[in-house]
């Protein structure tokens, strides 16, 4: 089952424009992590954000997470050509220490 | 940080058969759950496997189409019986700790013919 759901379900933009996806969940959770996927590939793993933090930011990445409307958002400033994949929320409720994944966001990132 | 191991990496198999996937974690972890992928969708979390006792599976997954074994810390290994083109996915195998990062191999890509 997935805890979640993300949107845009798929985003198309051009090179060097920001990249917003969107995650809500339905449970209270301890963390909520992104992950990139490349064409069916391994996940890389890009951010993790626990319940008492509202920001983070990694390099051209930014994750707000706002547990009152038991949301979150990736922005991804500045895309590349490198940065199509599919994008994945995954939340861990607790004291379950299982992650339960979006829907995901597929981003394709025109050159 | 861990460093997962999955064998094998891709398999084509027949309707009917039986495969199982091994996974190797290169440090003792005490969670590890099987995921599956099923083409162009998100990851679903079949069980946690449960060293020392039974897998603990999730709603839609049974014991008897994917029984899961977790004889030690580091290993673990998943069966998927009587296969059918539905069973098609990619299997992923996953290890963490309580409010960290998950780790996750590299994945077997399963095609059932």
């Known amino acids: 089952s997935q805890q979640g759901e993300e949107d845009p379900q798929a985003l198309s933009i051009q090179e060097g424009e920001n990249a917003t996806m969107n995650c809500s969940y339905k449970t209270s959770i301890n963390n909520l992590q992104w992950y990139r996927q490349n064409s069916g590939r391994g996940l890389v793993h890009l951010i993790l954000i626990r319940s008492n933090e509202r920001e983070k930011h990694s390099g051209r990445l930014r994750v707000t997470l706002d547990t009152s409307k038991k949301s979150s958002s990736l922005l991804i400033t500045a895309s590349r050509a490198a940065d199509t994949a599919s994008y994945f929320c995954a939340t861990e409720a607790p004291g379950t220490y299982k992650y339960i994944f979006g829907t995901g966001t597929r981003l394709k990132v025109l050159a | 940080s861990a460093v997962i191991s999955q064998k094998p990496s891709r398999d084509i198999c027949q309707r009917g058969t039986s495969l199982t996937i091994q996974c190797q974690v290169d440090s003792q972890v005490t969670m590890m759950f099987w995921y599956r992928q099923q083409p162009g969708q998100s990851l679903t979390l079949i069980a946690t496997?449960?060293?020392?006792?039974?897998?603990?599976?999730e709603s839609g997954f049974v014991i008897d189409k994917f029984p899961i074994s977790r004889p030690n810390l580091t290993f673990s290994t998943l069966t998927v019986s009587n296969m059918s083109p539905e069973d098609s996915s990619i299997y992923l195998c996953?290890?963490?700790?309580?409010?960290?990062?998950?780790?996750f191999g590299q994945g077997t890509r399963l095609t059932v013919v």
């Open positions: 496997a449960n060293q020392g006792s039974e897998a603990t599976y």
């Open positions: 996953s290890v963490g700790q309580m409010n960290t990062e998950a780790f």
